[in-house]
């Protein structure tokens, strides 16, 4: 428990620290400016009207859950011993970036990831630690399972969806979630014994470190992300499809979690934790599909969807409103 607060202490003092600088805190009004405009854009999409400032709210809320998920996804970064300085950040957006003009999920670390880790593994470039990477894209999905959880289901926006030519009234979930983090990166400075904190024998976790150095120092870096979740759900209410995807984006990321720590002890895993990286992220999404495919769509009792099946049509219309104050209620 010392250790926990020893490092909430230190944490804190970064952070504090960071938003009194302007150049950190302009940066994160400008993610939530974005934040904003995206969830404006979404209700512009909405087939029902909604309040006045709703988009606001709901920016607020991510903006101040991001917040929170930021403090336990640094927390975990520091006791995994994740260090940033040889993950090759740069290459890794590269790489996303690249992947992006392929299909536009392919947007994701997982993805770039595993890319950059399978080109390491057999060409030895680029230089990288593939366990730290591995781990860091574990740690900000499970991130970002625990905030779909905590509000993926927030202010559902009915759309009309065409499914194997058969018109649907779905449920768009969109989310967007400023996250200002504190990170590792290794140092060749001495250590200040009264900023610095005495790690325990077991740490890190992580054993992807240089020999070289076993005695090696580390700072506390602030950094800032964006973490997204998009799904679209016909046959089943918001709040279930979110329970669904979060656990299944959960058990993905621990399982990587688990292969980069031992990978980082026994090189030969370092293929299959490469190879996870990629595909367990399609398999989730994969399994949403499939859940989403077997379903019947959502429809209200005693008047069934076909009933009014007409774009545009007032009657459609009032169903739909119907059919979302009924979700809203449970």
């Known amino acids: 428990m010392q250790l926990l607060l020893s490092i909430l202490s230190l944490m804190g003092r970064v952070l504090l620290e960071s938003f009194s600088s302007w150049p950190f805190l302009m940066i994160f ?16 999409m ?3 009207k909604p309040s006045p400032g709703r988009y606001l ?12 998920g930021g403090v336990l996804g640094s927390l975990c970064l520091i006791l995994i011993g994740i260090d940033l300085t040889n993950i090759a950040i740069m290459q890794l957006w590269l790489a996303a970036l690249i ?24 060409t030895g470039y680029p230089d ?20 779909i959880l905590a509000n993926g289901s927030y202010n559902p926006l009915p759309v009309y969806v065409k499914i194997g030519g058969e018109l649907r009234v779905g449920f768009n979930l969109q989310k967007f979630w400023p996250i200002p983090l504190v990170a590792l990166m290794s140092s060749g400075m001495l250590a200040d014994p009264g900023t610095s904190i005495n790690m325990p024998d077991w740490w890190p976790l992580l054993k992807g470190y240089s020999a070289m150095a076993p005695a090696q120092n580390y700072v506390l870096l602030p950094v800032l992300a964006v973490l997204g979740y998009g799904e679209i759900c016909t046959t089943s209410k ?12 959960l058990l993905f990321s621990i399982t990587l ?3 980069a720590v031992l990978s980082s002890r026994w090189s030969p895993l370092l293929l299959i934790t490469a190879l996870f990286a990629p595909l367990g992220h399609e ?31 007032a009657r459609f219309d009032r169903f739909l409103i119907r059919l979302w104050r009924r979700i809203k209620k449970h």
């Open 283 to 313: 398999a989730v999404i994969w399994l949403g599909k499939l859940e989403e495919s077997r379903g019947k769509a959502l429809q209200i009792p005693a008047e069934p969807v076909t009933k009014y099946v007409i774009i545009n049509d």
């Open 29 to 44: 009004v400008l993610l939530f400016i974005i934040v904003v405009w995206q969830y404006k854009r979404l209700e512009e």
């Open 57 to 68: 709210r709901s920016a607020l809320m991510s903006s101040l859950l991001g917040i929170l």
């Open 46 to 48: 909405s087939v029902v």
């Open 257 to 259: 979690l688990i292969l």
């Open 238 to 249: 918001p709040a279930q499809r979110v329970r669904k995807s979060a656990f299944n984006l």
């Open 99 to 122: 992947l992006m003009l392929i299909n536009a999920r392919f947007l994701c670390f997982a993805y770039a990831g595993g890319f950059l880790s399978l080109l390491y593994i057999f």
């Open 128 to 147: 990288l630690d593939v366990p730290q990477l591995m781990g860091l894209i574990a740690v900000l999905h499970m991130m970002e399972s625990l905030l």
